[in-house]
Nanobody, 124 residues
Framework: VQLQASGGGLVQPGGSLRLSCAAS????????IIWFRQAPGKEREGVSC????????YYSDSVKGRFTISRDNAKNVVYLQMNSLKPEDTAVYYC??????????????????WGQGTLVTVSS
């Protein structure tokens, strides 16, 4: 089973994008879902996570106040709304399942079931 991220693209600094995370074969609402990103030559970075039980949300300090994670259970999709984008947000973004959101943000290698990511490029 793999989660597929989509919605990336080229955007100017200060712009917005909404990423989507979809899966076939299982229900996302049953899992903690994490977004992480990886820029060329850099370590994987946990960005945001939403818990399965109560939809509590978590963010890394680098995106807090600019990104919003949410679910649409009817569509079986998790979104990442990204506003006020900066060039340092440029990366391939992935969505995945994770056991604990807090651990996942600190140690994104603990994420599981990720598939193809989506490239976000922030540039003028």
């Amino acid at each position: 089973v793999q989660l597929q991220a989509s919605g990336g693209g080229l955007v100017q600094p200060g712009g917005s994008l909404r990423l989507s995370c979809a899966a076939s074969g299982f229900t996302l609402d049953y899992y903690n879902i994490i977004w992480f990103r990886q820029a060329p030559g850099k370590e994987r970075e946990g960005v945001s996570c939403i818990r399965r039980s109560n939809d509590n949300t978590y963010y890394s300090d680098s995106v807090k106040g600019r990104f919003t994670i949410s679910r649409d259970n009817a569509k079986n999709v998790v979104y990442l709304q990204m506003n006020s984008l900066k060039p340092e947000d440029t990366a391939v973004y992935y969505c995945a399942t994770v056991g604990l959101c807090g651990n996942g943000l600190r140690y994104p290698k603990m994420a599981d079931n990720w598939g193809q990511g989506t490239l976000v490029t922030v540039s003028s």
